[in-house]
């Protein structure tokens, strides 16, 4: 059985294994970057508050044996003053000229950036060899984040996005940057990439700050608008299986998409119920297996299990359940429903 808890410090080895799998601006194999994401990890989960850019929720997923196989994380606001939410924004303008009997159709970008700004889904990868495994190691990595959102709302925007990885070639170019990002930038993706982990402000400044044909692009390029890594597909199901859809906004640097809902729309965070565990525990194997969740703080914890909602509202879990969480009999869980039709093979790179 799969547990969800807190990223500590003395995680940062297995993180920055699994950070090779991903290297991106929300999860770099950059080790003082991820020694300071664990440290306000640490203190985020331990003193919880108003959503702010520091408060980062860095999540790891233990095996049974207690190995570190996959993270996640939400950071409670992205987009500030200090670093702005940026994006293009994707719309479709029509023009017909009635003398010549011609109607068009282009598909136009705009820059667009916002500095109060929602919550944020990233930092999403599960090695390769848990990715599949019985005992929903994916669904757990990806929607036990909804699980503690649904537990601490007030420590969250009322909008929740994510950022889905986009397509790169096998040197790690991308062709939307080399035909778009890079004419106005001067910039390689990669040295682009990198910078916008720390600064934004570059983008706002340098690029073209009117609308922009994309008809002007290489067809192969403005195909890619908006499409995800292949290996990001199955962690989009997820989301979008969650109540997450596209926000008509693309990635300023790689045409990947954002994608977000209202957090009352979320359904996983919506259709979470909480109660006291049952003095008898669960030995129905049939019943529907959900997202148990249990801790305050830094103790938050959280497994698939099967579970029953009994009419006393009193919650079922069983005997191994109740021990991985480290819950007794009166104490409060939380219940959050899983998906049901998400193929569970969450891969590494989905950034979301």
């Not at 044996?65 to 479709?92: C, D, N, W, Y």
């Not at 565990?277 to 801790?295: F, K, M, N, R, V």
Request: with cysteine.
């Amino acid at each position: 059985m799969y547990l969800l808890r807190p990223a500590r410090p003395s995680d940062l080895d297995t993180m920055m294994e699994l950070a090779g799998h991903l290297d991106s601006p929300n999860l770099p194999h950059d080790e003082a970057f991820l020694r300071g994401r664990l440290q306000r990890a640490e203190r985020s989960f331990a003193e919880l508050g108003p959503p702010t850019a520091e408060r980062e929720y860095q999540l790891a997923l233990e095996d049974s044996q207690g190995r570190v196989v996959g993270t996640s994380a939400v950071i409670a606001k992205h987009g500030t003053p200090e670093m702005p939410h940026t994006f293009l924004r994707v719309r479709l303008e029509e023009r017909r000229a009635e003398t010549v009997d011609v109607s068009v159709r282009h598909c136009t970008l705009q820059l667009g950036s916002t500095s109060d700004g929602p919550s944020e889904l990233g930092s999403l990868v599960l090695l390769p060899e848990a990715r599949g495994a019985p005992g929903s190691p994916g669904k757990l990595l990806s929607w036990g984040r909804f699980a503690f959102v649904a537990r601490h709302p007030s420590s969250f925007e009322s909008a929740i996005i994510a950022e889905m990885r986009a397509a790169l070639d096998a040197e790690g170019r991308n062709a939307f940057w080399d035909a778009f990002g890079g004419h106005f930038t001067g910039m390689s993706y990669a040295d682009a990439d990198r910078r916008s982990a720390e600064d934004k402000d570059f983008i706002l400044d340098l690029f073209p700050d009117t609308p922009f044909y994309a008809s002007l692009l290489p067809e192969e390029v403005t195909l890619q608008l908006g499409q995800v890594h292949p290996e990001a597909q199955a962690a989009l199901r997820l989301l979008e299986a969650a109540g997450l859809h596209w926000l008509g906004e693309i990635d300023p640097f790689d045409a990947g998409p954002f994608i977000g809902a209202a957090c009352s729309e979320v359904m996983p965070i919506r259709d979470t119920v909480t109660g006291p565990l049952a003095a008898d525990a669960l030995e129905d194997a049939e019943a529907e297996p959900w997202i148990a969740a249990t801790g305050e703080n830094g103790d938050f914890r959280a497994v698939v299990s099967a579970a029953l909602c009994a009419a006393d509202g009193q919650l079922a879990l069983p005997k191994e359940a109740a021990r991985r969480l480290g819950v007794a009999s009166g104490d409060e869980i939380a219940l959050t429903p899983l998906p049901r039709r998400a193929r569970d093979r969450s891969r590494g790179g989905g950034h979301g």
